[in-house]
Nanobody, 122 residues
Framework: QVQLVESGGGSVQAGRSLRLSCVASLSSFSTYCMAWFRQGHGKEREGVAAIDTYGTKTYADSVKGRFTISRDNTKNTLYLEMNDLKPEDDDMYYC????????????????WGQGTPVTVSS
């Protein structure tokens, strides 16, 4: 059974940083597109960042220059470094695997974690 387990969320003030991690129980982890999504109350799930099997990264315009996605294939782990956090980044963040890395549409991803909350106060 595939499991994706996120960690690293928390409450911070605007301008601070957080690093999210996602450990995946996926065989052949390196062959999957991995991504981070976020979703707030009443909002659609947004593709924040994705990284393909070659290390190519894509980002939502709202986080470019502030967030960095990375992966460690030796540890089956996905990361999201979030800098200069803003109140609009306040959401539940989800790790996802096996989907369209370039469109970052939630409906295309097969595996999901349970999410980790990020709260940003102004």
């Amino acid at each position: 059974q595939v499991q994706l387990v996120e960690s690293g969320g928390g409450s911070v003030q605007a301008g601070r940083s957080l690093r999210l991690s996602c450990v995946a129980s996926l065989s052949s982890f390196s062959t999957y597109c991995m991504a981070w999504f976020r979703q707030g109350h009443g909002k659609e799930r947004e593709g924040v960042a994705a990284i393909d099997t070659y290390g190519t990264k894509t980002y939502a315009d709202s986080v470019k220059g502030r967030f960095t996605i990375s992966r460690d294939n030796t540890k089956n782990t996905l990361y999201l470094e979030m800098n200069d956090l803003k109140p609009e980044d306040d959401d539940m963040y989800y790790c996802a695997a096996h989907g369209d890395c370039y469109a970052r549409q939630a409906r295309t991803f097969r595996y999901w974690g349970q999410g980790t909350p990020v709260t940003v106060s102004s």
